[in-house]
């Protein structure tokens, strides 16, 4: 379980070597987060419903296509602004993810590690979800080695749950993290922003049903911060 405060955003990061990939499903609920799609075993190529480590290094949010995601946002259920309410009419308030090692000696082996089924405890104040954010530019990288590389029998699982700050104390008797700086604040202090360049990787397509999902920020008065590019800093990944 995670503390997240509503309007927070949150990005899921993918570690491990380029040398031994693995296959990650992320699921908003019971909605793949790639293809938009109820969440269901095993992966699929068409269309791609998972991300590769080692050329998928983090997700921002749900897939809008054309380089593009809708970032991740922290909302409570009951105005219809989750991504679950809006696509499944179902509310579970949980990250889900399933990861798949290659087939034996397709790449260098690594020990393996069980990962047991967490039990979800629920929380004490409203019930959170992720709702759809504004658009970010972030390319959905389509699977370099291909679906027959996955070992679709043996998956490990995991579900993160979703709670206010004042739940998640409750129940673990830790304080939650302070609420971090926002983009606005950030900006005024000149702290740089990255750009990510990816010369050769492609795009998947969008998940048409996300291209219809209402935004959190229908609700919200804030407006989007401008970024001065004096401060946008490119990287590159070198492997």
Partial sequence: ????????????AFEGP?????????????????????????????????VVTGSQYWLDGINAGD?????????????GLTIEEQVSRVQEGAVRLEVFEPKPGLFADAPQHEMPEPDVVPGEGPPL??????????????DPHGLDTWDLTRPAAARVQLLDPASFTSLTGRDAPPSPIDATSYARLGLPWFQFYE????????????RGIRTVSSLDKNKETDIDALYVRPIRNWR
């Fill in 199 to 210: 010369e050769q990787e492609t795009d998947i397509q969008a998940a048409e049903i996300f």
């Fill in 18 to 50: 380029y040398r031994r990939p693995q296959a990650v499903k992320v699921g908003v609920g019971i909605v793949n987060a790639i293809d938009g799609r109820p969440w269901e075993p095993g992966l699929n190529s068409d269309p791609q419903n998972y």
């Fill in 129 to 142: 979800g992720l709702g759809a954010g504004g658009r970010i530019q972030q390319k959905i990288h389509a």
């Fill in 1 to 12: 379980m995670i503390p997240i405060r509503r309007w927070e955003a949150l990005w899921i």
């Fill in 67 to 79: 380089n593009f995601v809708r970032q991740f946002v922290a909302t409570t259920f009951g105005q």
